[in-house]
Nanobody, 121 residues
Framework: QVHLEESGGGLVQAGGSLRLSCAAS??????MAWFRQAPGKAREFVAA?????????DVSASVKDRFVISRDISKYTMFLQMNDLKPEDTGIYFC???????????????WGQGTEVTVSS
């Protein structure tokens, strides 16, 4: 059974940075991803990475110039470095693993509980 646990969220001023972490257990292979959900809005894809092949990544156009996805296999952990944060980046950030279908931006089998990010203006 795959277990995912996010950390690193918090309150930050616009222009600041945060680094989210997602610790995974029970993950044999496959892809992992970050999604986010702003208050009152649908969940949206942020970025995905091949856990055993970090060369395979997909990053949403809305954040690709500011966010960097990475992972550390030795620690079974995925990261999301978020720079130049904006108020519209506010939301709950979820870690996900094992996509249900081919698109990395679609639904995933496993989800973490989420970590909250609040960006003040």
């Amino acid at each position: 059974q795959v277990h995912l646990e996010e950390s690193g969220g918090g309150l930050v001023q616009a222009g600041g940075s945060l680094r989210l972490s997602c610790a995974a257990s029970g993950l044999d292979r496959s892809f992992m991803a970050w999604f986010r959900q702003a208050p009152g809005k649908a969940r949206e894809f942020v970025a995905a990475i091949g856990f055993y092949n970090a060369h395979t990544t997909d990053v949403s156009a809305s954040v690709k110039d500011r966010f960097v996805i990475s992972r550390d296999i030795s620690k079974y952990t995925m990261f999301l470095q978020m720079n130049d944060l904006k108020p519209e980046d506010t939301g709950i950030y979820f870690c996900a693993a094992v996509p249900k279908a081919a698109p990395l931006r679609g639904d995933y089998e496993y989800w973490g509980q989420g970590t909250e990010v609040t960006v003040s203006s």
